[in-house]
């Protein structure tokens, strides 16, 4: 005989599994858009540095503006700081990747750990950060991938199955 606190709970139960998507919780889902829009902005900001590194190193080759300081550092640091300003976004969008399994966890920690032991080991043994920072631009591209990927698979799931197999 089931009591009446039971059944209220079985039904929450049932109401949750319906409404969640092969697994994952609409929490988890909202999490994991806001992932992506974290990392779409770092992708960005990836875009703004190459275009900042293109414009002022052309500027900065230019016979009249050999001498401006001014101008070789936006051309030196500012491409640097924008890709730097991703690394916090990077991160985050690896948490989570790593805790809603979306990727493998050994490529994250492998991708993360090279790409700090990269940087870390750039700014203290050889005063460059170039190599690390480059890291990073690999690490941005990767997790748009997987994101990616996980959406593909939550519009193909929810598909109907009559579509699915007529392929």
């Not at 703004?48 to 030196?76: E, P, Q, W």
């Amino acid at each position: 005989m089931t009591t009446a606190p039971d059944q209220s709970l079985q039904s929450k139960q049932n109401a949750a599994q319906a409404s969640s998507q092969h697994g994952f919780a609409p929490l988890a889902i909202a999490r994991i858009k806001g992932a992506q829009r974290a990392n779409t902005i770092a992708i960005y900001l990836i875009y703004a540095a190459i275009i900042t590194f293109m414009v002022f190193g052309t500027i900065a080759s230019i016979k009249m503006f050999h001498d401006n300081t001014l101008l070789y550092r936006l051309f030196f640091n500012l491409p640097y700081a924008l890709i730097a300003l991703t690394i916090p976004m990077t991160l985050y969008d690896a948490f989570i990747i790593y805790r809603y399994r979306l990727n493998q966890a050994s490529m994250v920690r492998m991708t993360i750990g090279v790409s700090t032991i990269v940087l870390i080991g750039g700014l203290l043994f050889a005063d460059t950060a170039w190599l690390g920072l480059s890291c990073w631009l690999g690490v941005a591209f990767l997790f748009k991938v997987s994101f990616k990927r996980f959406f593909d698979f939550l519009a193909v799931a929810n598909e109907p199955e009559s579509v699915v197999h007529e392929e």
